[in-house]
């Protein structure tokens, strides 16, 4: 069954700052990819989607990511944080009729 | 603009009390979802709706139902609610892979 694994919980990064998020899939046959974003008190929102192609793809707000058949990987990487990145990101992966399947979200804290 | 709407917002509700969460969305999709969110836990699904009077179990249906009548709206029904029904209520809508959340709906039940 397909699954997703985000490793860290928590990540706390300085202001201007690079930032990865780690994210694993489990998927037989090739994924659909996704990485969302929520604030505080809000709903999620679509940060970036990978569809079979280019390996790297570009997001909103500076956001790329990184997929890797290899390694079934989809690292989320920002080259420099701002404060209003304070949020939890999930990874996702298409669940076949079922929609997709979240990651457990990684919370990210910025500090000046 | 691509939107769904989720109401109410917040809701308090007692043990035993029967409660009506609603979601709509103008993007004319026909597939809609109902989560709810717990700490540690992630986002859960509860039903998946392909259509009009077309839904389908999630990875935790007990305890709620669900109705689509339109296809623009989508309806999660908790009857006689209990304590542990406490949480964060999320419906999203699909246009193929990608998902369109609403606000969320924080529902506590004492």
């Known amino acids: 069954a397909q699954s997703v694994t985000q490793p860290d919980a928590r990540v706390t990064v300085s202001e201007g700052a690079s930032l990865q998020l780690r994210c694993k899939y489990s998927?037989?046959?090739?994924?659909?990819l996704f990485w969302y974003v929520q604030y505080p008190r809000q709903g999620l929102q679509l940060l970036l989607k990978?569809?079979?192609?280019?390996?790297v793809v570009q997001g909103v707000n500076g956001f790329e990511a990184e997929f890797s058949k290899s390694n079934s990987s989809f690292h989320l990487r920002k080259a420099s944080v701002h404060w209003s990145d304070w949020a939890v990101y999930f990874c996702?992966?298409?669940?076949?009729?079922?929609?997709?399947?979240f990651g457990l979200g990684t919370r990210v804290s910025v500090f000046p | 603009d691509m939107k769904v709407t989720q109401m109410p917002r917040y809701l308090i509700k007692r043990m035993g009390e029967n409660v009506l969460l609603e979601c709509g969305q103008d993007?004319?999709?026909?597939?809609m979802y109902w989560y709810r969110q717990d700490p540690g836990l992630g986002l859960q699904l509860i039903y998946i709706?392909?259509?009009?009077?077309?839904?389908s179990e999630g990875d935790i249906p007990k305890g709620y139902r669900v109705s689509r009548k339109k296809r623009e709206h989508f309806s999660l029904i908790l009857d006689s609610a209990k304590t542990n029904q406490t949480s964060v209520y999320f419906c999203?809508?699909?246009?193929?892979?990608?998902?369109?959340f609403g606000p969320g709906t924080r529902l506590t039940v004492l």
């Open positions: 999203a809508s699909s246009s193929r892979d990608e998902q369109y």
């Open positions: 998927y037989f046959g090739t994924p659909y």
């Open positions: 990978y569809y079979p192609g280019d390996p």
């Open positions: 996702a992966v298409n669940n076949y009729a079922q929609g997709l399947t």
């Open positions: 993007m004319s999709h026909e597939t």
């Open positions: 709706s392909y259509d009009v009077d077309s839904n």
